[in-house]
């Protein structure tokens, strides 16, 4: 073997899938030992395509159509899967994204483990188990002993992940490919598990496919674009963050939070003293829940602002959506519509004033209606107009959130995320709301599609003068669309005020160390440029 | 775990209470015993006396506590017409009632599980569907049915094999294949569902990229997945088994509580249909108990925390 040739060599790398034609055309991409490479891109650009092949794994009527896939000197594009299974774990090990769906619910986590090296590395029963415990020692999962007879629902979605790193690493294998290894994770679990595959990838050649491409420059050495099935653009990754070449890799870098080239949200003025919501001590405790979920908040929602709730998950963001919606009661003295008149609204009243975007935008829409049928619902359920007018104020609606009305007549399954996110945001509207709730309605869109989207929001916020409250987990995301921000922890908050002001000199240890989470590995953000306040390595 | 012994025993004890009422009022409405033990042409006081032997000229509500109070000691009288004890002979009855249904369960679990992991690896291939097909076809036939062609064709055309009694291991064949019939089209279809769910999960995805064989992913990873419906059907259905006992029985003439229990019904003989009904309430809520044990036990979410 060539010492000097780089571990994985993909050359000229086509998938064709039967009925889609060409997915992946010419792609060629290079990894040495102890490289970390970077595969960014959208959705739907071919990155876990691409890296999926590389051991045969593409899903079933996708077929390599040409080039060469090379990993050490052992060519596999020409190996059948007899010949590809034993390389499998062996010669490439995989993390896939979402850690709490890619482990078996009904296996404990010690099967997992030992089957895996039991099945490559020829080991006893007695010997394999020692190496598993090894593996959990080495992602510092604690007590490993005992980690083996659990079940993968006892742990915390880190560990999982954690768990995931040690089983494609048990049999030891040169590469490892890691596909949105963070994606599902809290801030603060994220950056400890990049710390941990950063340690690891010493010993081994680590190929990440991220879409975040702050992440990517912060965390790569070198790295590949992908967009519509090819690599666009490929260098060292300091080189492509700051003189990006391509379009696509400007593009991708303009809509970075805190780069983005549209003007930011925060500009409203609150119009009036009166809030449209106003929160007093509410306190939510669920039946059989040792503690509140959410315990004595205060907040007020006024018209024509953007109100940001930050936390992670289990910090109470969505009970607190769910109190406002009505869907868990809260005491009158609790919770009050100062705006909508002194009684407590009825549910009718409040569904009409109140208005809900998600955070999933493929089940959130009925597969099986179409558009038209799915943004004229509250319409209809509140009778707002007669059926002939229906059309057109469904059309009109379309057009605002910038879809083409002549589709009203197709599913939700013609459009693509962000697509299905403006139908939900239209059929949000549809009510004409005074209070838009958007829980997570950004987080599943890539960001591009999500730097369109918040500039809609803020040209309809302006617009109608709406209260927009925006819950999510992404701090810098808050910082640049909120006027005010407030921090969420188990249940409590712990910071609350104007967005510059929490973002730029946080109160509270909680916040800034959110903040050092989000901005440790990424490269860009906005904080990181400035002020260095987190501590390497914490 | 006390505290959930105490709840199923309480919910025993309304199941059988339940059970106890409604077969009270099912025999009130089925005619009377008396007449049936008189013979031909009874006079009056013949009548008169039968009824007051057994009891039965009393007020219905009282006829009723009496025989709550004996069965809670488990005396559920004697037969009207062996003299036998009831429960006695009910339970006589109850070990080839339970060959069966281990034999037929045996039978459908090595066929059913096999074909629904079969069909359940690749639902969409043309041998598949023609199985799933077939299943579906399985399901729509009645089990008695089945029996009467087996019967028709083993027993009566190629005289291969007996069709009376259990004596002879050859003689378990038929009502096995017939009260399988029962189960094992339901079981094969809810098998394959789950397999063919769980074969599109990403656990199945990081199995594969660990280098598991299609075998070990079929039998040690998606199938544990559809198991938990696989026995949750079998809790819910073996009540509707029971029923497919007492055709099948009644066919092969099979000695076992579900021809006791046709006979002891078409000759009114209350003592011994409250014995078997009593045995078989018990013995369905003994299975259930059963499967939702088992359920705990192959998946691990439905335990309580203990970590």
């Known amino acids: 073997m060539n010492a000097s040739a780089p571990l994985l060599r993909i050359r000229g790398l086509c998938v064709d899938f039967p009925r889609g034609g060409r997915v992946l055309h010419d792609v060629s991409l290079d990894a040495a030992e102890g490289e970390i490479v970077g595969l960014v891109g959208e959705s739907g650009a071919g990155k876990t395509l691409a890296t999926l092949s590389i051991l045969g794994l593409a899903p079933a009527p996708g077929r390599i159509a040409g080039g060469k896939i090379f990993v050490g000197d052992q060519e596999l594009t020409q190996l059948d899967e007899e010949a590809l299974r034993p390389l499998r774990g062996r010669l490439a090990g995989f993390v896939f994204q979402d850690p709490s769906a890619s482990l078996n619910p009904v296996r404990r986590i010690g099967s997992a483990l030992i089957e895996s090296a039991m099945r490559h590395s020829g080991l006893s029963r007695k010997q394999a188990r020692k190496r598993a415990i090894e593996a959990l020692r080495s992602v510092e999962l604690p007590e490993p002993e005992s980690a083996l007879r659990a079940f993968p629902h006892q742990f915390s979605g880190g560990q999982r992940q954690r768990i995931m790193i040690a089983l494609a690493l048990i049999n030891r294998p040169p590469l490892l490919i890691a596909d949105e290894p963070t994606t599902a994770l809290d801030a603060a679990v994220q950056s400890r598990v990049l710390d941990l595959l950063k340690r690891r990838a010493r010993r081994h050649t680590l190929l990440m496919i991220t879409h975040d491409l702050a992440l990517a420059a912060g965390f790569c050495d070198r790295l590949y674009v992908m967009h519509g099935g090819r690599v666009v653009e490929h260098g060292p990754a300091r080189e492509l963050f700051s003189q990006p070449r391509h379009n696509y890799t400007r593009s991708l870098l303009d809509a970075l939070p805190g780069r983005r080239t549209t003007a930011p949200m925060r500009s409203g003025r609150p119009q009036s003293r009166e809030a449209l919501a106003a929160v007093r001590g509410l306190t939510v405790r669920y039946r059989g829940a040792a503690q509140a979920a959410v315990e004595n908040v205060d907040f007020a929602v006024h018209a024509n602002e953007t109100v940001c709730l930050v936390g992670e998950s289990g910090s109470g963001k969505t009970t607190i959506a769910r109190a406002l919606a009505g869907v868990i009661r809260a005491a009158p003295d609790q919770l009050s519509f100062p705006a909508l008149g002194d009684d407590p609204p009825s549910a009718a009243v409040r569904a009409r004033h109140l208005q809900m975007v998600f955070q999933d935008p493929y089940s959130s829409l009925n597969p099986r209606w179409p558009v038209e049928r799915i943004v004229a619902e509250p319409i209809r359920t509140h009778r707002l107009c007669s059926r002939p007018e229906q059309k057109a104020r469904v059309a009109a609606l379309l057009s605002r959130v910038g879809l083409d009305p002549r589709r009203m007549n197709r599913r939700p399954a013609a459009f693509s995320g962000g697509q299905r996110q403006r139908i939900a945001l239209a059929r949000a509207l549809a009510m004409n709301p005074r209070l838009l709730l958007a829980d997570e309605a950004l987080s599943a869109l890539d960001i591009r599609t999500q730097a369109q989207i918040l500039a809609l929001l803020r040209d309809i916020r302006e617009e109608r003068k709406l209260a927009l409250l925006l819950i999510t987990h992404d701090l810098s995301l808050a910082s640049e669309v909120g006027d005010r921000v407030i921090v969420l922890r188990r249940g409590r908050i712990v910071e609350q005020g104007p967005a510059s002001r929490v973002m730029n000199s946080p109160r509270h240890e909680y916040t800034r160390e959110l903040l050092a989470a989000q901005a440790r590995w990424r490269r860009g953000s906005p904080r990181q440029q400035g002020r260095r306040m987190y501590t390497p390595g914490l | ?307």
Do not use: H
């Open chain 2, 1 to 307: 775990m006390l505290a959930g012994l105490a709840q199923r025993a309480a919910r025993l004890l309304i199941l059988l209470l339940g059970v106890n009422a409604l077969l009270f009022v099912a025999l009130g409405l089925a005619g009377d015993p008396a007449l049936m033990l008189a013979g031909e042409d009874p006079t009056p006081e013949l009548l008169e006396r039968i009824r007051a032997e057994y009891g039965l000229d009393l007020p219905a509500w009282q006829r009723y506590l009496v025989q709550l109070g004996r069965m809670a000691q488990l005396d559920f009288g004697v037969s009207i017409y062996s003299g036998q004890p009831a429960l006695e002979m009910a339970l006589e009855q109850l070990p080839g009632t339970l060959l069966m249904a281990v034999l037929s369960m045996g039978l459908t679990l090595v066929t059913a599980i096999p074909a629904g992991v079969w069909i359940g690896q690749r639902p969409e291939a043309a041998s598949r569907r023609l199985g799933a097909a077939l299943t579906a076809v399985a399901q729509g036939i009645p089990g008695f049915v089945m029996a009467l062609v087996l019967i028709q064709l083993f027993v009566v055309r190629l005289g291969w094999l007996p069709s009376l009694g259990y004596s002879q291991p050859a003689a378990w064949i038929l009502p096995s294949i017939s009260l399988g019939f029962f189960l094992a089209p339901k079981l094969c279809r809810v098998v394959s569902a789950g397999v063919a769910e769980a074969m599109q999960e990403d656990y199945i995805r990081t199995a594969r990229a660990n280098g598991a064989s299609m075998r070990f992913i079929l039998w040690r990873e998606a199938l544990p997945a559809a198991l938990p419906a696989a026995v949750a059907l079998i809790g819910a259905q073996f009540a509707f088994l029971v029923s497919g006992v007492v055709l099948i029985e009644t066919l092969f003439l099979w000695p076992g509580i579900g021809l006791l229990l046709l006979y002891s019904a078409q000759n009114l003989d209350f003592p011994v249909l409250q014995a078997i009904c009593f045995v078989v309430a018990v013995l369905v809520f003994a299975v259930n108990g059963l499967a939702d044990a088992l359920l705990r036990l192959i998946d691990p979410r439905l335990r309580p925390a203990t970590q």
